[in-house]
């Protein structure tokens, strides 16, 4: 029991925080306004090499990472996680910068024998990310001291998955997670890792997002959202899809949007009733992320990633405002925010893209390529410091 209440404890104030935090953090956005092609576009410069971007983590955004967020070292950064090579902090310019075709990576860490899935910012100076190798670990890195300074063996389970956000960090030292068909918390910085509770799921968790109510939404593999009050542990509501569940994004108090393979919902996650239900029609989906004035951004297969309007009151369905298919040439696993109005994207075709969301002036909206970020095979998250 005491145990538990060291984590609930801090899940609590977190959970108190995160509505403030993220309505603070949110542009205004002119739906007639959003862009028809990305300002800037990170690419490798090797089209020899069969390189995805596997995982983008950004440090200043609108989702729930904005409570561990920090600036670090003075720059606008991103983490790419990467397939086989590593994770590394990348300077990127500054939306009152001119762009520049000089990428900087501040720092890395490189191992050739495992995948990175997820990426969250626990403290100031420590990384949380997840890597598919021969034990599925939680690796902290110090950013100080460059090292891998803790990795917690999951007992096999994956932290699933690419394309999804299976990973989320609070209180400066607690990670919650999918692992298999649980849902765990640890503690990550005692030795080896202190697995806190485990909660029993019936299907594999393929994502997890905290909501503002201080409850946590689940995913799994068995077409169904659950929704876990983390002071009991209890199971608090079952929802039904048709499909994996494999994406989440929280809107407010009372509101989220789940995806399946193919269909997206807006549910009220309070009483459990469907509040909008539509067919995406662009193969699977990946990753949903609320962008704020009411936009959805929908990242799915073979280059998909489209801009909805989900505040209608007169449709049962979402209204779409942009679609762009061919901006990345193959499956767009990742959504985030940075903190000054851009979207940034990442797919399997070896591209991170940054997109101008909002009606501030970048100036010159024209695509700028950069040379390659290091040799990796690949990026599966990414997220963004500043």
Known sequence: MQKQQRYQEQFRLFAEQLYVAKKASEFRIDHSLLPLKPSVTLRHENSQVDEKYLTVFTFSGSNYNLLNRRKIRGENSIIVGSENTSIEVVKIPRRTEEPTSDIQVIQAQRNPSYSVWNI?????????????????????????????????????????????????????????????????????????????????????????????????????????????????????????????????????????????????????????????QWDDNAGWIRRVMYLGSDVLAVAGDVGSLKLWNIADSKHSYGLLLRKFDKEHGADVLTIEMLGDGRMVTSGRDGTIRIWNITDKEWGDDVDQCFPRLRSCQGFYDVDILR
């Open 120 to 276: 969250d910012q626990l403290s100031e100076d420590r990384i949380v990310f997840t890597a598919e190798d021969s034990t599925q670990s939680i690796n902290i890195w110090n950013l100080e001291t460059n090292e891998i300074e803790n990795r917690i063996d999951t007992g096999g389970h994956k932290v699933l998955c690419y394309g999804r956000k299976n990973l989320f960090t609070f209180g400066g030292r607690f990670v919650a997670c999918g692992c298999g068909y649980s849902l765990q918390i640890y503690d990550v910085l005692r030795p080896n890792g202190e697995l806190m509770t485990s909660i029993q799921n019936d299907g594999n968790v393929r994502v997890v997002e905290p909501l503002f109510n201080g409850t946590i939404a689940t995913g799994s593999d068995d077409h169904r959202l659950r929704i876990y009050d983390l002071d009991t542990n209890n199971l608090i509501q079952t929802l039904n899809h048709s499909q994996y569940v494999w994406a989440i994004t929280c809107l407010d108090k009372t509101r989220l949007v789940s995806a399946d393979q193919y269909q997206i919902h807006i549910w009220n996650y309070i009483d459990g009733t469907v509040i909008k």
